[in-house]
């Protein structure tokens, strides 16, 4: 059997925040704003995920309301939530900024989502693209997810 899902995430920046994507902080005077560590790539993987499980979203399973996830390493939410798929086929994860350029840091954010999949590196796609300056991308950070998920 062949599961399919995709996420969405948007985070504002802010000062006085790290910016983390895909685990890995990156260099940047802004950060994202959220309840956890605000990891939008994450966040968007994780609801690819549990969109192929048919099991929600994030906000179900970790909710903002609940105080033990304020400040949340979002790799290890990730943790919790690979723990519940079976195989992955694949993942293909597109983060959206303006800023900061995010093209070298790339190998080092694929390399952190293959090792919390424990998977090869092949399987897991990255890239970075911005939006002209239009839309969200100005204020913020989102990204968009899919997944392929094997039994």
Same mark, same amino acid.
Request: proline fraction near 4%; charge should be neutral; include cysteine.
């Given at each position: ?23 890995? $902080? @990156? ?5 994202? !704003? *959220?309840?956890? %560590?605000?990891d939008v790539a994450v966040h968007a993987l994780?609801? &690819? ?30 943790? $919790? @939530? ?5 195989? !992955? *086929?694949?993942? %293909? ?9 995010? &093209? ?24 970075a693209t911005t939006e002209e300056g239009l ?17």
């Open positions: 059997m062949i599961r399919i899902g995709t996420g969405y995430d948007v985070h504002r920046l802010v000062p006085e925040r790290k910016l983390i994507l895909c685990g890995v $902080e @990156v260099p940047c005077e802004l950060g994202l !704003l *959220g309840h956890s %560590d605000a994780m609801d &690819a995920i549990l969109g192929a499980l048919a099991m929600g979203d994030i906000g179900k399973l970790f909710p903002d309301s609940d105080p033990q996830y304020k400040g949340a390493d979002s790799m290890k939410l990730l943790a $919790e @939530v690979i723990r519940r798929m079976f195989r !992955l *086929g694949n993942l %293909d994860l597109t983060i959206i900024a303006e800023r900061p350029k995010l &093209a070298k840091h790339i190998p080092a954010m694929r390399e952190s989502l293959a090792a919390a999949f424990g998977c090869d590196i092949s399987q897991v796609s990255v890239k839309g969200l991308a100005g204020a913020g950070i989102g990204s968009q997810a899919a997944v392929l998920l094997e039994k």
